[in-house]
T-cell receptor
Framework: DAGITQSPRHKVTETGTPVTLRCHQT?????MYWYRQDPGHGLRLIHY???????DKGEVSDGYSVSRSKTEDFLLTLESATSSQTSVYFC??????????FGSGTRLTVV | EDQVTQSPEALRLQEGESSSLNCSYT??????LFWYRQDPGKGPEFLFT?????EEKEKERLKATLTKKESFLHITAPKPEDSATYLC????????????WGAGTKLIIKP
């Protein structure tokens, strides 16, 4: 989507390796979010950020860490990837409570 | 516990056959209810926000309504291009811009 990009779009990695996903926005929105989406579970919040260096955990944060050193970038790191972290990861941004804008997603496969 | 439930899980309609999707919620206090559309391989796309019971919003063949316990997404004379998964989410009074998501309804419109 215009204003928000995720990279990479697809990644295959081995169990036990660290992985970093990147979300970049050009909208200067304060809030950024990382979600995972799995069949039967819907969207689940991993971590979110409410400003530079201000982050907090979501409902499924175990095994994940985040960093936000600039307004435009929000990084999600899988510290030691496991097969249960195979999923589609979405980044979202919002300036207010009135709706999010989502990126196109990263499909991650852990083998 | 705050919860959002969508029904049905899947809905198959003939082109032109109108129907409704349901999103029921149990939350401590509603700030807003959101509808999104998601196409395969893409991130969710914002459709509507509803804030108070009795509110209605329309966009092309879609109309969203809100009561104190549920929201409906009415689809009038659907076309095959309306096929997608429709997601509902709520924002509660005590959340920090964190949405609670339903699992979605997969809508298939047959020509």
């Amino acid at each position: 989507d215009a204003g928000i990009t995720q990279s990479p779009r697809h990644k295959v990695t081995e169990t036990g390796t660290p992985v970093t996903l990147r979300c970049h926005q050009t909208e200067n929105h304060r809030y950024m979010y990382w979600y995972r989406q799995d069949p039967g579970h819907g969207l689940r919040l991993i971590h979110y950020s409410y400003g530079v260096k201000d982050t907090d955990k979501g409902e499924v944060s175990d095994g994940y860490s985040v960093s936000r050193s600039k307004t435009e970038d929000f990084l999600l790191t899988l510290e030691s990837a496991t097969s249960s972290q195979t999923s589609v990861y979405f980044c979202a941004i919002s300036a207010s409570a009135d709706g999010y804008t989502f990126g196109s997603g990263t499909r991650l496969t852990v083998v | 516990e705050d919860q959002v439930t969508q029904s049905p899980e899947a809905l198959r309609l003939q082109e032109g056959e109108s129907s409704s999707l349901n999103c029921s919620y149990t939350v401590s206090g509603l700030r807003g209810l959101f509808w999104y559309r998601q196409d395969p391989g893409k991130g969710p796309e914002f459709l509507f926000t509803l804030y108070s019971a009795g509110e209605e919003k329309e966009k092309e063949r879609l109309k969203a309504t809100l009561t104190k316990k549920e929201s409906f997404l009415h689809i009038t004379a659907p076309k095959p291009e309306d096929s997608a998964t429709y997601l509902c989410a709520v924002l509660t009074m005590d959340s920090n811009y964190q949405l609670i998501w339903g699992a979605g309804t997969k809508l298939i419109i047959k020509p």
